[in-house]
């Protein structure tokens, strides 16, 4: 996803390439406040986190309060647009949290094993047009 992103010029930032010592959770918060878009790549593990968990409630109320703080303006989408991807190895009746994101948000859903390439371009195709969306394209 990362690679396909970049490939169209779009500025990519993985919390897990966060390096040993810094402040993680500064660094988290600050991307999510320069994000149009956040991608939540949901699988068990990320589930399981609680850093992950808090990550997405952050991501979620800074969305929520958008038009409010001035961060985006109607009639476009408040930002960032989430933008769940969900892991066939997540059992949404074992999380809740999984589960009120499903009911406000649509989900890209991928298949058996990994990410093949024609769910990559989906997850870029969706991710163009939401950052078109905010331009009013």
Not at 106 to 129: A, C, M, W, Y
Request: hydrophobic share 40%.
């Amino acid at each position: 996803i990362k690679k396909a992103l970049q490939a169209k010029n779009y500025k990519v930032w993985i919390c897990t390439e966060i390096s040993g010592g810094m402040d993680w959770r500064d660094l988290l918060i600050q991307a999510i406040k320069k994000s149009r878009v956040v991608i939540l790549l949901i699988n068990d593990p990320w589930c399981k986190s609680a850093e992950c968990k808090d990550e997405f409630n952050y991501a979620k109320r800074l969305s929520l309060s958008s038009y409010e703080k001035k961060t985006s303006f109607e009639p476009f989408p408040r930002v960032p647009i989430l933008e769940p991807i969900m892991f066939p190895d997540v059992d949404m009746d074992k999380y809740g949290h999984v589960e009120a994101l499903a009911a406000n948000t649509n989900f890209i859903t991928v298949k058996d094993g990994g990410l093949k390439p024609s769910e990559v371009r989906q997850i870029v195709e969706v991710t163009e047009s939401h950052l078109n969306s905010l331009m009013g394209k």
